[in-house]
């Protein structure tokens, strides 16, 4: 099995900044690929951003130049930065892996369970 633990989030005025970790564990082939969905009140999670084992980034439109993935691949740590936060960022942020090779047993994707972030004055 895979474990995902995700850190950080909390409340922050608008504006401000946070930081989001996360540290999966158990047999994971280095080909993964990592990233943070959230989901706010009444809406469906969403891809915030991904990064693959190569740091190949995505983003979705709404955090872009705002916000920074990175990984640290020895560890399978993924981070998120997050800058000029505004209230429409208050969601559960979802830590995700993907696992494109995988061993007998194991899912695509694992989940961590969710940190809350909230942007308020």
């Known amino acids: 099995q895979v474990q995902v633990v995700e850190t950080g989030g909390g409340l922050v005025q608008p504006g401000g900044s946070l930081r989001l970790s996360c540290a999966a564990s158990g047999r994971i082939f280095s080909d993964n690929v990592m990233g943070w969905y959230r989901q706010a009140p009444g809406k469906q999670r969403e891809l915030v951003a991904r990064?693959?084992?190569?740091?190949?980034?995505v983003y979705a439109d709404s955090v872009k130049g705002r916000f920074t993935i990175s990984r640290n691949n020895a560890k399978n740590t993924v981070y998120l930065e997050m800058n000029s936060l505004k209230p429409e960022d208050t969601a559960v942020y979802y830590c995700?892996?993907?696992?494109?090779?995988?061993?007998?047993?194991?899912?695509?994707?694992?989940w961590g369970q969710g940190t809350q972030v909230t942007v308020s004055s």
């Open positions: 990064i693959m084992w190569n740091m190949t980034t």
């Open positions: 995700n892996v993907y696992l494109p090779r995988r061993v007998a047993g194991q899912q695509a994707d694992y």
